[in-house]
């Protein structure tokens, strides 16, 4: 079974950032954010992660990298059910101990915990991803499933806080955000799209700003309030 059609299947049973002269602005965000910047995480509790296995590997995050999915997202109510997806995906097809990414970013902006930053993510292709921070946008910017999607602002900011939280968390250089493509010749991720950004440095630049404005961090939320959030998602 290939990875599209086990998310498919999944699906039938269970569950303003723009590129404007090469920066990244949100129109639909205020010019002003208050610091420090907090970055609201959906537990793995709140929206029903399996308990990772035996197998996770320590490290300690280096470099900043992106992926993507590599599967439409049109609606994003979708999007909790498609974490659980990815997780089962992994874990059951692949045998890995958890989900792959420490991170999953919906098309909304919504941030999903993944894998323990403290442990080592995992790869379908060949390069080693140890020491790599690994954040997954939902959705296809590539087009490998269609027209490849464009990334929304949400998402976009979103990104830029999650790589800015860890690059002060753990000293990180943001001259090393790159896409999973830029490590391995095995896959097109993060599609061009978002590969675009990195190139042409609006996606780092938008991470120093970030940097420069204070403190970022991550705040998981609680449960009862993570899941209500999740309910929103699915009711939306």
């Known amino acids: 079974m290939d990875r599209r059609s086990f998310l498919i299947a999944a699906a039938v049973g269970p569950m303003a950032l723009s590129s404007v002269g090469g920066r990244l ?25 399996l308990r990772p296995r035996a197998g996770l590997e ?30 089962r995906w992994h874990m059951i097809e692949k045998g890995h101990p958890d989900l792959d990414y420490h991170f999953v970013i919906d098309r909304r902006g919504h941030v999903f915990q993944g894998r323990n930053p403290r442990f ?18 939902e959705g296809d910017y590539q087009g490998v ?15 830029a806080l999650v790589f800015a939280a860890a690059a002060q968390r753990w000293e990180i250089d943001p001259r090393t955000l790159h896409g999973h493509r830029d490590y ?10 978002l ?34 959030v999740v309910h929103r998602i699915e009711s939306s």
Not at 65 to 81: A, C, F, I, M, Y
Not at 145 to 158: A, E
Not at 184 to 193: A, I, K, L, V, Y
Not at 215 to 227: L, N
Request: with cysteine.
């Open 58 to 87: 320590p490290h300690t995050p280096v470099r900043l990298t992106l992926h993507h999915s590599g599967v439409r997202l049109t609606d994003n109510s979708e999007s909790p059910s498609r974490v659980q997806q990815h997780q």
């Open 145 to 159: 499933s269609g027209p490849p999607q464009k990334p929304t602002p949400s998402m976009l900011r979103s990104v």
């Open 184 to 193: 391995t010749e095995m896959t097109s991720c993060p599609g061009g799209e």
């Open 120 to 137: 080592r993510g995992d790869t379908q292709t060949d390069y080693d991803p140890t020491g790599h921070l690994l954040v997954c946008c």
């Open 195 to 228: 590969e675009r950004l990195i190139h042409n440095g609006s996606l780092q630049e938008s991470v120093e700003q970030f940097l420069a404005a204070g403190p970022v961090r991550w705040r998981k939320m609680p449960k009862a309030e993570g899941r209500a």
């Open 25 to 49: 602005a949100d129109a639909a965000e205020p010019t002003t954010t208050p610091v420090p910047h907090e970055v609201p995480l959906i537990s793995r509790a709140a929206w029903g992660a």
